[in-house]
């Protein structure tokens, strides 16, 4: 099992940043990709952001505005958000899996945390 905590969401003006985290703890060595998917209120859940060793992925709403990154020593994933749009507020959740495939689909993730709410004011 792996457990994972995510916090840094909050509320932010268009324009602002934030820096989301998720703390793994368990058997995060079964896992070898990190998400960040985010839903909206009746939406579907989206793939945001995956890091798997060396490769990051994002999606294209989000790419060179959002940064993936990952802190082995403290079982850390963190997504860096940057010049947030109010099209960005979702509950964002981490999520975790161990897969070769495409890691954007959620089928791919076994372990999924409780997720944060990220809110963007116009």
């Known amino acids: 099992q792996v457990q994972l905590v995510e916090s840094g969401g909050g509320l932010v003006q268009a324009g602002d940043s934030l820096r989301l985290s998720c703390a793994a703890s368990?058997?995060?060595?079964?896992?070898?990709?990190m998400g960040w998917f985010r839903q909206a209120p009746g939406k579907e859940r989206e793939f945001v952001a995956a890091?798997?060793?060396?490769?990051?992925f994002y999606a294209d709403s989000v790419k060179g505005r959002f940064t993936i990154s990952r802190d082995n020593a403290k079982n850390t994933v963190y997504l860096q958000m940057n010049s947030l749009k109010p099209e960005d507020t979702a509950v964002y959740s981490c999520?975790?899996?161990?897969?070769?495939?495409?890691?954007?689909?959620?089928?791919?993730?076994?372990?999924w945390g409780q997720g944060t709410q990220v809110t963007v004011s116009s």
């Open positions: 999520a975790a899996g161990r897969t070769f495939s495409s890691p954007t689909h959620p089928d791919e993730y076994s372990y």
């Open positions: 368990g058997r995060t060595s079964s896992s070898n990709v």
């Open positions: 890091i798997r060793f060396g490769s990051t």
